[in-house]
């Protein structure tokens, strides 16, 4: 249960270290996020095409965040010196993102089929929702993306709903993903994505822009 898990109690604190033994963690932060990660697809795929950048993937269960660890273990045995750019923690994205990550450090996050919670009177658990967007815009560069596919509509228009209500961010246009190499992959190359594209489902992608705080100077 949610009570017995440990969190740093500030991003200082965490020991990033042993995650990316390969890396020098004092000079280097986790710059893509993957949400909810699941069993781990996005953050193979992104971990060759930016070699360069830490990815952390979260992920509540702890069945499934084993298996994305063991999964990462694997990986960096049997290939040298890749897959050191990965890894995966088990917590609890809704409460403890600010214990984790410093203002402005993030570059990149998804949310790649989130959970739809359709009933009316669950949707304050989508993890989607205007307190967290302000947490959200909080941990990201000025600029920073955040990726989001679903295939039920009645989210999509929630998520698009929530992030342009939200005076921090900005829809990006269906034109300039087109050029985004990580929009090519992202629908196709998590474990639900493929599960969706084996039952002919429908995929809505929406990526939002966090803009500069015209609060800040
Ligand atoms: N993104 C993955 C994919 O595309 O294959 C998994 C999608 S799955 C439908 C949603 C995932 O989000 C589940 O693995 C679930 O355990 C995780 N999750 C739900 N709420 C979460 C939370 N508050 N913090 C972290 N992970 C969460």
């Known amino acids: ?62 069945k499934v965040s084993d298996y994305v660890i063991n999964r990462i273990s694997a990986l960096r045995e049997n290939h040298p010196h890749q897959y050191q750019n990965i890894a995966c923690i088990r917590t609890n994205a809704m409460k403890y993102l600010p214990n984790y990550f410093h203002k402005g450090q993030l570059q990149k996050m998804f949310f790649l089929y989130p959970d739809p919670h359709f009933k009316r009177s669950k949707h304050k658990w989508r993890i989607i929702n205007t307190t967290l967007l302000a947490e959200y815009a909080y941990i990201l560069a000025e600029l920073g993306l955040v990726y989001t596919v679903t295939d039920v509509k009645d989210l999509h228009e929630w998520m698009v709903k929530h992030f342009t209500e939200h005076p921090m961010f900005t829809r990006v246009s269906d034109e300039e993903n087109t050029l985004d190499p990580v929009v090519k992959v992202m629908t196709d190359c998590s474990e639900e994505g493929k599960k969706v594209t084996r039952n002919q489902g429908d995929k809505f992608v929406a990526v939002f822009r966090r803009i500069k705080d015209p609060y800040e100077t």
């Not at 004092?26 to 193979?44: A, M, N, P, R, S």
């Open 1 to 62: 249960a949610d009570h017995i898990m440990d969190y740093p109690v500030n991003p200082d604190l965490m020991d990033w270290k042993s995650l990316f033994p390969a890396f020098d963690c004092d000079k280097q932060q986790v710059q893509f996020l993957d949400i909810g990660c699941g069993y781990g697809g996005l953050l193979v795929t992104l971990s060759t095409m930016f070699p360069e950048s830490l990815i952390l993937g979260i992920e509540i269960r702890v």
